[in-house]
């Protein structure tokens, strides 16, 4: 089987074709700046070859179009025909309450989809806009969606409910879903595959870190608590997002600045953070060399950094009464060692020891704790595509067969 993987952004596409057979990668790439000026595609073949399409990309169905196009083109594809894709699996950030696990595309899951537009506004329009364009371009192809939340719907209510009216909750569904959860589930899946452990067993506190970021605790294999929240606004400082904040420092801000609702949610989604806090970057390599040429503001703001997910860390060990696996991910957690020190660095006396010599300079997947850890840290490299492509394959063949 051949399965599609699309991830569609308000101004992007990401795409990976995959081999199911062998789980490898055919062809990947994305689109950027789609219906923007300047916008274009790059195409990435299993081969090595890489290459450059710049043209006018109006929308998300003329980009499918062109990501279609260059599969099955002679030059620069890999399929002979589009009747080559056996199904497509999509990225949908918000399932609301209704779903828990990834689901076959219909028009009563479409409609759900819909309905959780309102509290995903930036996100569930263009993952639907992927799926529609597949249906128009591939009529019949089969295809399921690979939902952000579904992960986290394992939470209590502990775990998930406000301190609002609960009138507020019934009416409106304002509650903590959180978010990442296909990247939370790959890597802890990984973990104790790599481990040998029976991940029913097991403690995880699971650390996602990039421009977004989130902590996860996962107590015998199902989500038990997470830091994004309502949004993905909730939780840690991220690349350009507050993170944590007293909502009465919003009103307060919203009030001095003459704020309306609209620039609110820019200045807090997209100019605080990291950006925010350093005045240098959103980017954590550009902060570090900042801090390297003696920027103070860039300390603090890495600080401030380390600290929040430190933080989480214990937090989640304290409320799941224990951890066996600490695991970095996400483009800091995989790959900024200072970060994983800064974060891990301290938490002996909970059990994670981590190893300085194997933590320096350390790019792929395995442990970085001493021998004698009690908890095993990890860096695992996420592949939420990997897991949309194998979810997507298992729903589409049990469907065939039922």
Known sequence: MKVLVLNCGSSSIKYQLFNMATQKVIAKGGIEKLGMKGSFLKHKHEDGRQIVFEGEILDHKSGVEYI????????????????EIDAAGHRVVHGGEHFHNSEFITD??????????????????PNLKGIHAMEE?????PQVAVFDTAFHQTMGEHAYMYGIPYVLY????????GFHGTSHRYVTKR???LLGRDISTQKIVSCHLGGGASVAAIKNGKSFDTSMGFT????????TRAGDLDAGVVTYIMEKEELGLRSANTLLNKHSGMLGLSGVSSDMREIEDAIADGDERAKMALDIYNYRVKKYIGSYIAGMGGIDILIFTGGVGENQDSARKGMAGGLEYLGIHLDDNLNTGFRSEGEISTK???VKVMVVPTDEELMIALDTEKIVRKRVNS
């Not at 759900?112 to 537009?117: A, G, N, S």
């Not at 993905?232 to 690349?239: F, N, S, T």
């Open 108 to 125: 009563e899951v479409l409609e759900e989809v819909v309905k959780c537009t309102d509290i995903a506004p930036l996100h569930n329009p």
């Open 232 to 239: 993905p606004l909730e939780g840690l400082v991220m690349g």
């Open 68 to 83: 279609l196009g260059i599969l099955t083109s002679e030059k620069y594809g890999c399929l002979k025909s589009l009747e």
């Open 137 to 141: 371009l591939i009529p019949g192809i």
């Open 170 to 177: 019934k009416k409106y569904g304002i509650r903590r879903y």
């Open 372 to 374: 004698d850890s009690p």
């Open 191 to 193: 973990a104790c595959e």
